[in-house]
């Protein structure tokens, strides 16, 4: 079996920034699975493992704007006191919803008089990432999968939710 859409990948990875710092690791614990072909990854990688077999091993750099994208300074806004939840500090993560209802999330750059200066950019946004790679595992998705468009390998939050409506 190859990496092709469809079909779930388990992978070992490290993630490293252009200076080389850590910036996440599976290696020590579960591999990450991932549905190929539904974006779950960054573009970049996914490209680099398509076609390719469980043991293939490499390590590639993919740059910003085929990992998380390149920063926009237009994403960096101030939000209003009223508008965020008490006890904020800088560097927190927040999580709110956009205008459609869609999930976002933001990072406390700053705090201020009137609230604080939150960043939607992803904290990857804006950096070349290296990642060093090693397919564990490959399978057919199941239909559920297929449908859900991720991995169920981990759990499923559909499938949490899903339990609860049954209680």
Do not use: W
Not at 32 to 40: F, M, V
Not at 61 to 74: C, H, I, L
Not at 143 to 166: K, L
């Amino acid at each position: 079996m190859k990496v092709t859409n469809g079909v779930v990948v388990s992978l070992q990875y490290t993630l490293t920034d252009g200076s080389g710092e850590v910036l996440e690791s599976s290696v020590g614990g579960e591999p990450l699975a991932y549905l190929h072909g539904e974006g779950e990854i960054v573009p970049g990688l996914e490209k680099t493992l398509e076609g390719q077999e469980i043991g293939f091993k490499t390590k590639v750099t993919v740059p910003a704007a085929e990992a998380y994208g390149e920063r926009d300074e237009d994403a960096v806004i101030e939000a209003p006191k009223d508008e965020l939840p008490e006890g904020l500090e800088v560097g927190e993560e927040v999580f709110g919803e956009d205008p459609d209802g869609e999930p976002i999330s933001f990072t406390v750059l700053k705090l201020t008089e009137n609230g604080a200066i939150l960043d939607m950019n992803h904290p990857f946004a804006g950096k070349d990432l290296t990642f060093d790679v090693e397919i564990m595992g490959l399978r057919p998705a199941t239909e559920e999968e297929i449908e859900h468009g991720h991995a169920h390998d981990g759990g499923c939050e559909d499938e949490f939710e899903d339990e609860q409506a049954e209680d």
